[in-house]
């Protein structure tokens, strides 16, 4: 297949050169596995997919955000009814918030159901005085603090793909049942709100949304509606071309969702429907994707998908233009979304863009910003410009990511003993002025912020400082399970909503 005017199919990334590559030592045992995985169904279909792509286009065009969340390091023992439900209740919550404060549809993203390979800044690590390779994800090898255990096992590939199906199949089953009919009672409480008057705030949000359910439920508006379920889609990092590359497969595209690859009417759709919302850039833009666009209607039917999650992304570390994961990326038919850090020089965003959306398509490539509190302002403005001045301009999805940039490391005492740790945390004021400040720069600089990108949990873990509820660093060790980075708990999250959705209503 040509992509790009050059040849790709789903093995072409392994003649590049890879960052974080993983070396497994028994081979035939990796050979086994992957003519498995070859066989196996996919996890999510095309349909799916391309319905993802369309609700993505319209967050391009600024008439509905992205809300993506989940845990840092997702392990296998996560697949169990309860974590399932309160994640996929908390992401229900903090969406319905943020409709209420941008009046927007909110599009759910879970950063689950295959969020098991992590990218590690060192690949080994010292542990009770030994040296051993760094935990890499459930997908790759064990966290057990062992040196065995901590090599690359091919097994787990296997492993992975049946946690994300009974994980997927529980969600489907669950949304379809009702785990998600906003008439049933949610927990909406702050917890111990050390502030009154921002509970009180709450309170009046909190009884609005209620309100307006009730109302609708009242007047008949809620049967058939959607009410009773929801969309949710899954994603994770695409870090592992091995495993991504065996659930790659060449499926024809749906005809029966609205024809996102279509150049005419995507060009047609995305004047119309930004009337209500921000301007695009539609003289250049318009001209530059019909032109472009003629090399995908060579062959409209047959395209790759990535069936093993609804939306992958391009890790920080991985997005080199001329390395592995770029490569495999830019063959698949999925929304990708890409991590831009502080190291991403302006001049690299439009190249990147155009090997991967060379047809323009709005909403295909979802731009994931993650620079820090400190940082944003020294970096998104030129990020900004640099897509606004190319043929790319009002294609992309802006995302803010506000968790990468925050780490930061904190002493705290280890229980029973006198000795301290250190470990990794983030303060919830720095998370939110982050994402305040990419509010603000988007709109000074006539741009749209189309979601956020959050490690989050539904369990009431002490894993990030500050908030409401005032954690501090001694609380931290109370209940601090991450496996990889802090995550906002259910709290912390719910209230990160109501804050963005305050920047919307004041
Ligand atoms: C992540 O999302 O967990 C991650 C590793 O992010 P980044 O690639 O931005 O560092
Ligand atoms: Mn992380």
Redesign the pocket.
Known sequence: MAVNGTHWTPSTWRSKPAKQEVIYDDEASLKKTITKLNILPPLVTPYEIQKLKNELRECALGNAFLLQGGD??ELFDYCNQDMIEAKVKLLLQMSLVLIYGARKKVVRVA?MAG?YA??RSSPMETLNGVEMASFRGDILNSYEPDVEARKPDPARLLDAYYHSASTLNYLRGALSSGLADMHAPLDWSLGHVVDSSVRDKYQQIVSRIMDTLEMMRTIGLDTGSGLETVDLFTSH?GLLLEYEQALTRRLRQPQNTPAASQPQAQVTSMRQSSQPGRKVNGTSHSSAYVRKSSVSATNPLMSHYNTSAHFI??????RQLTHAHVEYFRGIANPIGV?V?PTMPPSDIVPLLDILNPNHEIGKIVL?T?YGHDKIKDHLPAHIQAVQNSSHNGTVVWQC?P???NGRNANVTVPGTEGTSTIKTRRFSDILSELQQALLIHQEHDSYLGGT?L?LTGEAVTECVGGAEGLTEEDLSLNYTTF??PRLNEKQALELAFLVAGFYRE
Do not use: F, S, V, Y
């Open positions: 840092c390091a950063r969020q992590k990218p990092e992304w391009i890790g920080d570390r991985t991590k850090g994931i993650r990511d968790m990468h940039g990108h490690e990889c980075d």
